[in-house]
């Protein structure tokens, strides 16, 4: 079985000052790795992967995220918030290798709120 | 291109009524699939397909029926609605199975 953890349900930062978002993930084997980001009332939008090669991924509106494979973690990063960084943040996995599972894992989310 | 639409956005049932969800991409991406968001779980996947004719259980598929007869086109079918299935809807879609899902805008359905 795959599980994903986002052991923070919120995280407030101030305008300007460093972000990250927690995400440990349990999975047979290699993984592929995901950071979606969620605005009120929308869908989910795609920021960043990890598949294969650097372990630092660098992704949409200046964020990235590093694969830690000893600590089983894909924390999210981004060097200065923006208040338009305030969403709902999903990390999500999926085992690599198994032709006969294709189902992606997603953690229960974080909620960034960056004040001004 | 639309990406991934779903209609309708909003949706309320009584308690054993059926519908259906409807879901469309036209990126023609083989796979699709059907999650629900409830507040504190995360997105749990309720059906997917990888392709046209094949469809597979995700994780919490009860209740719940799919068919994929086109590429583009990926229903849900509630078959007798219950207060659980009170939730937001997301289709997604992707080029192959491992890589970025698309998703849609949600359906918010409430079953009293």
């Known amino acids: 079985a795959q599980s994903v953890a986002q052991p923070e349900d919120q995280v407030n930062v101030a305008e300007g000052n460093p972000l990250t978002v927690k995400c440990t993930y349990s999975?047979?084997?290699?993984?592929?790795l995901f950071w979606y980001v969620q605005y009120p009332n929308r869908g989910l939008q795609f920021l960043l992967k990890y598949i294969t090669g650097d372990n630092l991924v660098k992704g949409s509106y200046g964020f990235e995220a590093e694969f830690n494979k000893s600590q089983t973690s894909f924390h999210l990063k981004k060097p200065s918030a923006l208040v338009s960084d305030s969403a709902l943040y999903f990390c999500?996995?999926?085992?690599?290798?198994?032709?006969?599972?294709?189902?992606?894992?997603f953690g229960a989310g974080t909620t960034v709120t960056v004040r001004a | 291109n639309a990406g991934v639409t779903q209609t309708p956005k909003f949706q309320v049932l009584k308690t054993g009524q059926s519908m259906t969800l409807q879901c469309a991409q036209d990126?023609?991406?083989?796979?699709m699939s059907w999650y629900r968001q409830d507040p504190g779980m995360g997105l749990r996947l309720i059906h997917y397909?990888?392709?046209?004719?094949?469809?597979d259980q995700g994780e919490v598929p009860n209740g719940y029926n799919v068919s994929r007869s086109t590429t583009e086109d990926f229903p849900l079918r509630l078959l007798s609605a219950a207060p659980s299935q009170t939730s937001v809807y997301f289709c997604?879609?992707?080029?192959?199975?491992?890589?970025?899902?698309?998703f849609g805008p949600g359906t918010r359905l409430t079953v009293t």
């Open positions: 999975v047979s084997g290699n993984p592929y």
């Open positions: 990126m023609n991406h083989e796979y």
């Open positions: 397909s990888v392709g046209a004719g094949i469809t």
């Open positions: 997604a879609s992707s080029t192959q199975a491992g890589y970025e899902q698309y």
């Open positions: 999500a996995v999926r085992a690599i290798g198994f032709s006969n599972d294709y189902k992606l894992s």
